[in-house]
């Protein structure tokens, strides 16, 4: 039952993520656009480029959306509302995430083209800068908890959440969890300036409509992590608390759509320059910081 | 339950078989490093597996898995430090090619 | 119990099968994704064996360590999508009668050892993570320092040894070359 | 593997891997339509680069085939989509020179304020294309709005949009990420020749894309000032040249730089004539530009010279 529960409001994020992105770019406010391009993308012709690798050219895209869906089941919307409450919940969602690198590269190479290989081998590099900042701070987060699993963490938030205990791990995690998320400005791999689509240029019709749909998903899990993590889960006055989750798990989402707008793409050497010069050095000091107020609070 | 101990075991002989097969008969140095990985791989598969059947109480055997991953690593590190700056020198990572290091 | 074997027995012949197709395909970049998710199927193994902790640890350092082994494997191949079919193997009865020998030592090994007593029931998760943590920075927190100490070291020494050698001339713009 | 390495050139970090072509354009979001850009890519950087362009306009009439002054002056007007008013008012002042007739104080004030409108619409395309580049949406809406709003505005409506072009400015200087994208990138060649427009003015002042940037920003002050004095814009219009013969120079700052237009008048009728456009010295900087940077770098490199294809005469 869990399963879904929390599987229809996964969907019903991506859709509404949908409409604010179709929103932000085409200025119109339609709930029925996302329905209508996916259907479009279905009706296209499914082009397949010259002599390409065709097991991985296939394989990227579903391997996109499971590790994406994956994440998600570590995450509760409520207390019991969570479809598998591992007792690693917060080293597992960086283990699916991980696997969206490999789909990148897969999707990079498969299709033999320029600008999709260029764009993989990008995400690569980029993962080698966010990684750490995405891995540290919920270091922090487990410390606080003394626990890695979920719920655990969202209940050691009730006084407090985690934003206002540690803001200096929630802008790091931010921060990384776009990057990680490949939303602009760190949208490297697929570039649309600079390699005209990069990773998604070689897909068409319904192999580009799974892609699209996965990034959204992907953009929600990070969300939902933040929240989790950060934002205090289901915490919240009045409401229930899965309206909370999803309320939060929304915002948090669409201002890491919105963000992008208002910002060039950061140049490669620059994130990798930045993330390691200052993002880890931060981070360990957030991890400091947080071991201290652990030890001298309790 | 020895029955699970077992089929464990034999795939980490199997795994390391096939690594020592790579190692072995690979001419580039990655393919080579992926044999030593695959050899690591079927390692861990027994440690895991004697920690689990054997001596669940001892956390020692985790430790150990630790290590071992530790050192798959810094086998990565150091073995991709060497190519580079091998294919920088010679522009070749092929060990056929590699008569220059014997003694 | 039989399901314990059953997991155990699925994943292993995927780790094994996608082992084999490590070297059997001639695409660089397919080999060290079939070696991740060979890997991936030694971590699927642990969490079958209810070693939740290791199996989540060796599913995501490996996604990253066999990424990094692809690209290596372009820059270092002059045909890594294949195409060419250049056989790159040598000494081949050699390596396949070694690996067959070891691989059956080490079977014959397991058959026939006598293992002594299986301890049903495994600690559950949470309780595993707390032990291994208390493990980690107890008694074994010497060893876990230097394998911290040990990475960093191998990590300064590979960089150390790849970066280019700066001559005089180009030495006073470190700026580029990072 | 020697054999195959061994000849293959070495790239700046020294390791010898395969190079790969790569055609940016004609048609690519990050580059103007109609150039097209081959670059050598060594992974992420560029080894060398060559831009050429395929919509450029021959420089020659056809023998036998003079075409009369007006027609003259809206093939070239509409030639040049991306600087139609320049080039308008470039033919009306050639051929009224080779005609011989005098300046007008209030037509060439009108015009020139025509030219400063189209000087400011013509860089909000230049950020619009810049926006579009980086990816940096709210950029490229917002002044792709107002290039379309000045366009055609008139001195009224230009002193209203004035404020608002004021804050895109200010907007600019406070976005962050932006600087760090631009600094340092696309720094010309100290022995360029046949440098004008922009790109020259921005010469002093570092010379990179940063640079530019700013000269262009200035530019959009400095026009709005003239315009504010000066009064309302008034398209090129020819004036009346019977049948005038003889021959006329002309040239005009446009937006990307000097261009000069000579041309020999016989009866009304344009016999032969000779352009000359700051684009197409700027082409050739590009190979320079390219090399050595990385993906991203180099073709913001080759964005901040602000290349209209359709100006390149080959």
């Keep these: 039952m869990n399963v879904v529960i929390v599987l229809l409001a996964l969907l019903g994020s991506v859709w509404l993520l949908a409409v604010v992105e179709g929103w932000t770019t085409t200025g119109r406010l339609s709930l029925s656009a996302p329905l209508l391009s996916g259907l479009a993308h279905l009706g296209r012709e499914s082009i397949v480029p010259r002599t390409p690798d065709r097991l991985f050219f296939e394989a990227a895209p579903i391997l996109f959306l499971i590790v994406a869906v994956l994440g998600v089941t570590v995450l509760p919307l409520a207390p019991t509302l969570v479809i598998a409450d591992l007792a690693t919940g917060a080293l597992f969602i960086n283990a699916a995430l991980a696997y969206v690198l490999v789909a990148l590269i897969m999707a990079g190479w498969g299709p033999n083209g320029a600008y999709a290989m260029i764009g993989g081998w990008r995400f690569l590099g980029q993962l080698i800068a966010y990684a750490m900042l995405i891995v540290m701070p919920i270091t922090a987060v487990a410390m606080r908890a003394e626990s890695l699993v979920t719920t655990v963490i969202v209940a050691s938030q009730e006084s407090l959440w985690n934003i206002v205990y540690q803001p200096l791990g929630f802008v790091l995690f931010f921060i990384a969890a776009m990057a990680l998320a490949f939303r602009a400005p760190f949208d490297l791999p697929i570039a649309e300036g600079e390699l005209g689509g990069g990773v998604d240029a070689e897909y068409t019709g319904v192999r580009r409509a799974v892609l699209r749909l996965a990034r959204l998903t992907l953009v929600v899990t990070l969300a939902a992590a933040t929240v989790v993590f950060y934002l205090g889960g289901w915490h919240g006055p009045l409401l229930p608390p899965w309206a909370w989750s999803l309320i939060k798990t929304l915002a948090v989402a669409v201002s890491m759509l919105l963000v992008g707008r208002y910002l060039p793409r950061i140049r490669e050497a620059d994130l990798m320059r930045w993330c390691w010069t200052l993002g880890i050095p931060l981070a360990l000091v957030n991890i400091i910081i947080v071991g201290l107020l652990v030890l001298v609070v309790s | ?103 | 119990m039989y399901a314990q074997a059953f997991f155990v027995a699925i994943f292993g012949l995927a780790a094994i099968g996608f082992g084999v197709w490590v070297f059997r395909t001639s695409s660089m970049v397919r080999s060290a994704l079939a070696l991740l998710f060979s890997q991936t199927a030694v971590g699927c193994m642990f969490l079958a064996m209810q070693t939740e902790f290791l199996g989540v640890l060796q599913i995501m350092m490996m996604a990253t360590e066999m990424s990094i082994m692809a690209i290596f494997m372009v820059m270092f191949m002059m045909d890594p999508g294949g195409l060419g079919g250049m056989d790159m193997t040598h000494q081949k009865r050699f390596s396949i009668g070694a690996g067959v020998i070891a691989g059956g030592v080490a079977i014959a090994v397991a058959l026939l050892a006598d293992w002594g007593p299986v301890t049903p029931q495994a600690p559950d998760a949470a309780m595993q993570t707390r032990e291994l943590g208390m493990e980690l920075l107890g008694r074994s927190m010497l060893i876990f320092e230097t394998a911290g100490i040990t990475i960093l070291t191998a990590m300064i020494a590979a960089t150390a040894v790849a970066i280019p050698v700066q001559t005089l001339a180009n030495g006073g713009d470190k700026e580029d070359s990072e | 593997m020697i054999e195959v390495t061994k000849d293959l050139p070495r790239s700046a970090d020294g390791l010898a891997m395969d190079w790969l072509e790569v055609p940016f354009g004609p048609v690519f979001s990050g580059l103007p339509g109609g150039l097209k850009l081959t670059l050598t890519l060594d992974g992420d950087g560029v080894t060398e680069g060559q831009a050429i362009s395929l919509v450029g306009m021959v420089n020659e009439v056809e023998e036998g085939k003079e075409v009369d002054a007006e027609t003259f002056i809206e093939r070239l007007a509409s030639a040049m989509p991306l600087a139609s008013v320049s080039y308008r008012l470039l033919a009306c002042q050639a051929i009224e020179r080779a005609a011989g007739l005098e300046e007008d104080p209030a037509t060439a004030q009108a015009r020139a304020v025509a030219l400063e409108r189209e000087r400011i619409a013509s860089h909000m395309g230049w950020l619009a294309q810049l926006g579009r580049q980086f990816g940096f949406a709210w950029l490229t809406h917002r002044a792709s709005t107002l290039q379309l709003e000045i366009r055609c505005a008139s001195g009224k409506r230009l002193a209203e949009l004035a404020p608002a072009l004021q804050a895109l400015v200010t907007r600019l200087g406070r976005t962050p990420l932006l600087k760090s994208r631009l600094k340092g990138i696309g720094i010309l060649p100290s022995d360029a020749t046949g440098l004008s427009g922009p790109v020259a003015r921005a010469d002093g002042n570092a010379g990179d894309a940063w640079g530019r940037l700013w000269q262009r920003l200035d530019e959009i002050t400095t026009s709005l000032d003239f315009i504010k004095a000066i009064g309302e814009p008034e398209l090129p219009v020819l004036r009346n040249i019977g049948h005038g013969s003889g021959t006329g120079e002309a040239s005009v700052e446009t937006p990307r730089g000097q261009a000069q237009l000579s041309l020999t008048l016989e009866h009304g009728q344009v016999k032969s004539y000779k352009l000359d456009t700051a684009c197409r010295h700027h082409i050739g900087l590009v190979a320079q530009l390219v090399e050595g940077r990385e993906l991203g770098d180099a073709l913001v490199a080759v964005g901040s010279l602000d290349l209209s294809p359709w100006e390149v005469i080959s």
Excluded: C
């Design chain 2, 1 to 103: 339950m020895t029955a699970v101990l077992i089929v464990a075991l034999v795939t980490g002989a199997i795994l390391f078989g096939i690594g020592v097969y790579g190692a072995l008969s690979q001419t580039n140095l990655v393919m080579i490093m992926m044999g030593v990985e695959l050899i690591l791989a079927g390692a861990l598969v027994n440690l895991v597996a004697f920690w689990r059947f054997l001596h669940p109480e001892s956390y020692s055997g985790q430790m150990f898995v630790l290590v071992v991953m530790t050192v798959m690593a810094v086998e990565m590190a150091v073995g991709f430090g060497v190519a580079i700056a091998r294919f920088r020198a010679k522009g070749s990572v092929e060990m056929e090619e590699a008569g220059d290091l014997k003694g």
